[in-house]
């Protein structure tokens, strides 16, 4: 067994940038810039294409490169430049890789990340990636067709697995047994495994004692929210690839009252040149006074308001956002409700989860996620949110 884990820095302990301390990891499938591009005259930014490694993550960094490149194996008279390296493959103590964190800390990205730079490095790559609620979601049709051989079979000849969210399977035994004997199959055939998790795996109490503690004996790894600093490089970053500046005055107020991990930082930002500074229109205080005021509502509404509020908006009936109906539109609507919910009440996980006929904290989790990662993609999205606010709150 090799655990690695460390505890994460405190997010405002550094002070001081020293650029050195900071490093890019291009862990998408294309630069950065080639999306904003992409946009033509749209001015809202995407995600960053990367992960800005600071201080409070320099495990994770390591873990990014030694998963690409081997684990270096220095010799004696050998610098370690020139030092051969093991595949991480051969090393079978160190997977599964788990990267854990609170939601927004960029673990997604990460295992993203060295899926798709896998498959740059090597020509006849073959990995999977795949969210813990589609597994279940396969692994549940796979049994009701009598086809669950099957299922298993597509993991096996693989370079690399990669299951996001992994908390998804919770409370489901059938397809956790499925996923225990997947991973057994895995490390049989010297298959790495990658997984996210929003919390180390024993202080997730819906996971079996056998799950958790195979996964503590791999590589655990913590993801912190970014510092105070490296927050201040992605704000910059994103300026920078919209064609804009950022005042000390401006960044010293985002930095103060924008979320503080990577998603709602980028989401924050790229509402707030939705609304406010389309057209290539210079970011001044008050334009983001404006916004913050206008994002910023002092008036606590009921989860059932949102839900009449987004039902109507959608023209969907409520029983349908509250229950179990998988049609696209009121999908839709049932996670924007939840999000709304989420941010504009004081009700928790579990009170949400109990709203929307019994779901679990994690799928509330997810619902979150998921229009976190949409809204700086989707336009009519953003447009659709920003409407309903103000329906809400008039």
């Given amino acids: 067994?090799?655990?690695?884990?460390?505890?994460?820095?405190?997010?405002?302990?550094?002070?001081?940038?020293?650029?050195?301390?900071?490093?890019?990891?291009?862990?998408?499938?294309?630069?950065?810039?080639?999306?904003?591009?992409?946009?033509?005259?749209?001015?809202?930014?995407?995600?960053?294409?990367?992960?800005?490694?600071?201080?409070?993550?320099?495990?994770?960094?390591?873990?990014?490169?030694?998963?690409?490149?081997?684990i270096p194996s220095p010799k004696s008279g050998q610098s370690s430049s020139s030092s051969p390296s093991i595949p991480y493959r051969e090393i079978p103590d160190l997977s599964p890789l788990v990267f854990y964190g609170p939601?927004?800390?960029?673990?997604?990205?990460?295992?993203?990340?060295?899926?798709?730079?896998?498959?740059?490095?090597?020509?006849?790559?073959?990995?999977?990636?795949?969210?813990?609620?589609?597994?279940?979601?396969?692994?549940?049709?796979a049994v009701r067709e009598e086809r669950t051989a099957g299922f298993a079979g597509r993991f096996e000849k693989q370079d690399l697995l990669v299951f996001d969210d992994l908390q998804d399977l919770s409370g489901h035994s059938s397809a956790l047994e499925e996923f225990l004997a997947i991973l057994d199959q895995a490390r049989s055939g010297h298959i790495p495994v990658i997984i996210t998790l929003p919390a180390s795996p024993e202080e997730i109490r819906e996971f079996s004692p056998s799950l958790a503690a195979r996964l503590i004996g791999g590589f655990l790894v913590p993801v912190a929210p970014p510092s105070k600093e490296t927050r201040s490089l992605i704000l910059l970053k994103i300026a920078e690839l919209s064609g804009r500046k950022l005042s000390e005055e401006v960044l010293k107020c985002m930095l103060d009252y924008f979320p503080k991990t990577v998603g709602p930082i980028c989401g924050s930002f790229a509402r707030f040149l939705h609304q406010y500074?389309?057209?290539?229109?210079?970011?001044?205080?008050?334009?983001?006074?404006?916004?913050?005021?206008?994002?910023?509502?002092?008036?606590?509404?009921?989860?059932?308001?949102?839900?009449?509020?987004?039902?109507?908006?959608?023209?969907?009936?409520?029983?349908?956002?509250?229950?179990?109906?998988?049609?696209?539109?009121?999908?839709?609507?049932?996670?924007?409700?939840?999000?709304?919910?989420?941010?504009?009440?004081?009700?928790?996980?579990?009170?949400?989860?109990?709203?929307?006929?019994?779901?679990?904290?994690?799928?509330?989790?997810?619902?979150?996620?998921?229009?976190?990662?949409?809204?700086?993609?989707?336009?009519?999205?953003?447009?659709?949110?920003?409407?309903?606010?103000?329906?809400?709150?008039?």
């Avoid at 509404?301 to 409520?318: C, D, L, P």
Wanted: charged share 25%; net charge positive.
């Fill in 1 to 70: 067994m090799l655990n690695m884990r460390s505890k994460p820095l405190n997010p405002e302990e550094t002070k001081e940038i020293d650029p050195g301390d900071f490093h890019w990891l291009p862990l998408t499938e294309r630069p950065m810039e080639d999306l904003i591009r992409r946009g033509g005259s749209m001015s809202i930014p995407p995600l960053p294409d990367g992960f800005l490694a600071g201080p409070e993550n320099r495990l994770a960094e390591t873990a990014v490169h030694w998963f690409l490149e081997g």
């Fill in 103 to 141: 939601p927004g800390t960029g673990k997604t990205a990460l295992a993203r990340g060295i899926h798709f730079g896998l498959g740059e490095i090597r020509a006849k790559y073959q990995g999977i990636f795949m969210r813990g609620i589609d597994f279940f979601r396969e692994f549940t049709q």
């Fill in 277 to 394: 500074c389309r057209n290539n229109r210079p970011i001044t205080m008050a334009a983001l006074r404006e916004f913050l005021d206008q994002n910023s509502p002092v008036k606590e509404k009921s989860i059932e308001e949102i839900v009449r509020a987004t039902a109507q908006f959608y023209a969907v009936r409520i029983p349908e956002i509250k229950g179990k109906s998988r049609l696209k539109t009121a999908v839709r609507a049932r996670n924007v409700a939840i999000w709304l919910a989420r941010k504009y009440t004081k009700a928790t996980l579990q009170e949400l989860g109990s709203w929307f006929s019994g779901r679990n904290h994690t799928t509330i989790m997810h619902s979150c996620r998921e229009i976190d990662a949409l809204i700086p993609e989707e336009r009519a999205l953003q447009e659709s949110i920003d409407t309903l606010v103000k329906q809400i709150f008039e």
